[in-house]
């Protein structure tokens, strides 16, 4: 549900500035949508990142700093204008540091120019911006303005309506909390609350041996199962998180890591190698609901390492022998 409603061709999100793997609100979702539908939509997309959150249950998706930010209640700045958009963040910096006498070549009022649908709309940014020329005095009235329109004021609605949707279910207060008498503040920042929900990128390969059971045959460090962490370790950090995807039906890891990974019964459910029959034909076989991978018993390690390497190869890793 979450990589459908958060994917770009749902109009509500749309790619971050600085790469194509985090999500931000799309500005338009109100022109793609009737704004009734967006708004609905948005605070349907806040009560299932909460829900998530209170469940331990990981989204498919990552969102960028500037959002996790407000939906903690965190200051914004200026540098994390450059996950929204890295080229008016650029501009705006050139334009504080650039020198006075080259402020005015620029002819800029106090406007925002924003296409919408193919046409170029002209916003005001203060009153009367339109008839305001930007000059070495107020350029820094002008980047603020500029600042709070591209960060806040063009995505209030749908943003207002995410954030509804997400204190419904967890309140802010809940993420904002003291300890000791109120000595100790341990308010979540934008890294966890990213972890939170969408879980650690990295793979500790170290962590993931230390928390994995064998079954059915297999033994630590012996045999094939021996044959699979030699592979693994082969493994760049890609092929190993498609593995894990492949086993585990996700590319990220809990917050704690491998001992925190979670079955779909929402119990803690380790990384499991169980031992199967069958010849050199015989395929590994996921069990995603159980963090488990059924790995024949091969006895020859080249071949083993030739069946996972097709494994993470597949372009489809939900269409290859997974439940």
Not at 61 to 73: Q, T
Not at 120 to 144: C, D, K, M, Q
Not at 287 to 307: G, I, K, Q, S
Request: proline share 5%; aromatic share 8%.
């Amino acid at each position: 549900m979450s990589a459908s409603l958060f994917h770009p061709h749902a109009g509500l999100f749309k790619y971050g500035a600085v790469d194509n793997l985090t999500y931000q609100i799309n500005p338009l979702a109100s022109t793609l949508h009737t704004p009734e539908v967006a708004q609905r939509m948005f605070r349907v997309c806040g009560r299932l990142l909460a829900k998530a959150l209170l469940d331990k249950q990981l989204v498919a998706v990552s969102l960028n700093r500037p959002l996790l930010k407000h939906i903690l209640a965190a200051p914004v700045g200026l540098p994390d204008l450059e996950h929204v958009d890295a080229a008016l963040y650029h501009s705006l910096m050139w334009m504080l540091e650039c020198p006075p006498e080259q402020v005015e070549y620029l002819c800029q009022c106090f406007t925002a120019h924003e296409e919408e649908l193919g046409e170029l709309r002209e916003v005001e940014l203060i009153p009367n911006g339109s008839t305001v020329e930007v000059t070495a005095e107020n350029r820094l009235e002008f980047v603020t303005a500029r600042f709070k329109y591209a960060m806040l004021e063009r995505i209030a609605v749908p943003l207002g309506a995410l954030l509804s949707g997400f204190y419904e279910v967890v309140p802010l207060a809940a993420l904002k909390c003291e300890e000791d008498g109120g000595s100790i503040d341990s308010s979540l920042d934008a890294e966890d609350l990213e972890v939170a929900l969408c879980g650690q990128a990295l793979i500790d390969l170290d962590d993931w041996k230390a928390h994995t059971v064998y079954k059915n045959g297999l033994v630590e460090g012996t045999g094939a199962a021996a044959f699979f962490w030699r592979t693994v370790e082969g493994f760049d950090d890609e092929q190993r998180t498609r593995l894990l995807q492949f086993v585990t039906g996700t590319s990220r890891l809990p917050a704690g890591g491998f001992k925190n990974l979670i079955g779909v019964d929402g119990s803690t459910r380790p990384f499991e190698l169980c031992g199967t029959g069958g010849d050199e034909h015989a395929l590994p076989r996921s069990h995603t609901c159980f963090n488990r991978l059924d790995l024949p018993m091969y006895e020859d390690e080249d071949h083993m390492a030739a069946v996972l390497a097709g494994i993470v190869a597949a372009g489809d890793m939900g269409g290859f022998t997974m439940e």
